[in-house]
């Protein structure tokens, strides 16, 4: 990779970052598509983050952002423009930077995370899934695999009244698709599952606790994850001894450069 003052710039604000490995999938994506564009992981405090972002609006090659926790929610109200996808989400993954200097963010996390599940064999129509975890990723996912055609979206968030709170949004959005919130650790939140979805930052940190109870996972269950590094969390480790089938982080990220390269216009 040769950079130079010719090159597109993209930064991926993130805290911590010693765990973004998205980056190299990105940049591999962009070397694929003949792009002189690169993308590097900055640490910013969400203390910073206003401050950060004004400081992008001075930067003149560079093209946009990669937004990532725990900035995609507190981004929003910072933006000059909004695609619908972000404004339906209330959060961002990508800003790009107008040549004027303005900031347009967007979300690519659902779609993203859909297609890879496609591309991987998994069917939503007509299916059941839970997802744990309603920030940012967690609410892209679920509103992503309600327009696949879910039969019951199932929803569990340690503050329980987000996940009420979104699910009230659904049921208005989506009336085909029941809606409910349980707790992740009870008896009842694998019952009839066909997708189990980990968005959460749990298994991103040695030591960290399953983000479920795994005691009633059928082995026709798939698992996925949103968690990229480690490839193998220790939920997808438990999932694949249970013998489940497994979709990794990654595989969510894999569709999106094309996308962000187009919302950088960076190809046609």
Do not use: W, Y
């Amino acid at each position: 990779m040769q950079i130079t003052g010719k090159t597109a710039i993209v930064l991926m604000l993130a805290d911590p970052v010693d765990h973004i490995r998205g980056t190299l999938l990105i940049n591999d994506q962009f070397a694929a598509l003949g792009l002189d564009a690169v993308i590097a992981p900055i640490h910013v405090h969400p203390g910073d983050l206003a401050q950060c972002l004004d400081a992008v609006r001075l930067m003149h090659n560079v093209r946009g952002l990669g937004i990532t926790i725990p900035h995609k929610i507190a981004a929003v109200p910072l933006m000059d423009e909004l695609s619908p996808s972000a404004r339906r989400l209330g959060a961002v993954n990508f800003i790009r930077r107008n040549p004027d200097g303005t900031l347009a963010g967007t979300n690519t996390d659902g779609i993203g995370f859909v297609t890879g599940l496609a591309v991987n064999g998994v069917e939503l129509n007509g299916k059941r899934a839970l997802v744990v975890g309603v920030g940012g990723v967690g609410r892209a996912i679920a509103l992503a695999l309600v327009d696949k055609g879910l039969q019951e979206l199932v929803l569990a968030n340690r503050d329980a009244a987000k996940a009420e709170a979104l699910a009230r949004e659904i049921a208005e959005l989506a009336p085909a698709c029941r809606v409910r919130v349980v707790e992740a650790h009870g008896p009842d939140a694998l019952d009839g599952i066909d997708l189990v979805v980990n968005a959460t930052s749990l298994g991103m940190r040695q030591g960290d606790p399953l983000p479920l109870s795994l005691d009633r996972l059928s082995q026709e269950t798939v698992v996925a994850e949103v968690i990229v590094n480690p490839a193998m969390t220790p939920l997808l480790e438990a999932a694949t001894a249970r013998g489940c089938k497994i979709v990794g982080g990654a595989e969510m990220l894999k569709p999106q450069p094309r996308l962000v390269a187009e919302f950088f216009g960076l190809i046609q």
